[in-house]
């Protein structure tokens, strides 16, 4: 693949003060129809606009795979997706495997080039027993994510209400989805996986380094998972860029997987409804990101990526995305 050869270029024929950086942008279950570039009348996406007005569109790209798991394998490795086994569905919370470890990551190869990188959001390519398939074990030095979808099992709480509270269900009016019912308890000290008895347990955040990872919440609390995603995707292009380290940054949205959600600044502030306010927090993030680029002085030295795991979720109708 042209992106894995990109990354070739980079790690092997580049002085360390040519190396570019690099800044993939993945979105979830994000139609071609989503965004304000393609035409949307009412998706409220400035930055993602403006990245596309700046640069090149790649207007006949196809995913790896219509789900999410495959399609990530496909293009962390740039390798189709049956070769790694990551075929055809996806990992779920009660999944023993993952992403095989002598598979070469895009940032396993340039971390051997000597960038510094982090992922920050979703994996979906496996936890295992002793965490031998999250991302610090394939490439990454941290991540700061959600192992799998956020509907593992479906959360409770998405949104604030008008008043500020985080009290606002996922699925207003109507009951979850009993997709999934069970979640997997995680034992920090023995690195052991167990099923809790309901789905009163919820999704993991994970945080941290091969050397230290750990779950700071279960379950994560996604009205202010936007702020924390933010944070740790900004603060790690500003750390690398004081440090003159040429930098690799892995940003996986949640977003716009099923269920909507989003933080108190955005709930209510767009026309497209819950699926809207999604759309905005993730464009928000994405512009926080380019502007600490920017602010950084090595604009002109990072290769910026913007791009879906797959198409929209079509089956949820205005809560599941347009496909153009």
């Known amino acids: 693949m042209a992106w894995r050869a990109l990354c070739l270029a980079a790690a092997g024929m580049l002085a ?90 895009f940032a396993s190869l340039l971390k051997e080039a000597g960038y510094k990188t982090a992922m920050v959001g979703k994996w979906h390519l496996g936890v295992g027993s002793d965490w031998q398939y999250i991302p610090t074990k394939h490439g990454f030095d941290s991540w700061m994510g959600i192992p799998y979808s956020h509907d593992m099992p479906d959360p409770n709480l998405c949104f604030y209400d008008p008043s500020g509270t985080p009290g606002l269900p996922c699925f207003p009016g109507t009951n979850p989805e009993p997709m999934y ?69 892995y940003y996986a949205f949640q977003h716009t997987h099923h269920p909507d959600y989003s933080g108190r600044m955005f709930w ?15 464009d928000w993030s994405l512009g926080n990101v380019l502007g600490a680029v920017k602010e950084a002085g090595i604009e002109d030295n990072t290769f910026v990526f913007f791009s879906s795991d797959n198409g929209p979720s079509l089956m949820r109708l205005q809560r599941g995305g347009s496909a153009g």
Not at 22 to 42: E, I, K, Q, R
Not at 65 to 89: D, E, K, N
Not at 220 to 228: K, R
Not at 268 to 282: E, H, Q, V, Y
């Open 16 to 105: 360390a003060a040519e190396k570019p950086n690099f800044v993939v942008f993945y979105a979830d279950d994000m139609g071609y129809g989503d965004l304000g570039c393609y035409g949307h009348p009412m998706s409220d996406t400035p930055n993602v606009d403006k990245l596309a007005s700046e640069g090149m569109r790649f207007a006949n790209m196809y995913t790896a795979s219509p789900v999410c798991s495959p399609s990530r394998a496909g293009l962390l490795t740039g390798r189709y997706q049956t070769r790694s086994g990551i075929w055809p569905g996806v990992f779920s919370q009660q999944s023993s495997g993952g992403l095989p470890a002598y598979e070469v990551t």
């Open 268 to 282: 209510n502030t767009t026309m497209r409804g819950m699926f809207g306010d999604s759309i905005k927090a993730l």
């Open 181 to 249: 019912t069970t979640t997997p308890i995680y034992d920090e000290d023995l690195k052991q996986v167990r099923l809790s008895a309901d789905d009163s347990v919820q999704i993991p955040l994970f945080n941290g380094t091969a050397a230290n990872m750990q779950i700071i919440s279960q379950p994560a609390n996604l009205t202010i998972l936007d702020d924390l995603y933010n944070d740790a995707a900004v603060g790690f292009v500003r750390e690398a860029a004081r440090g003159g380290q040429p930098f690799l940054l």
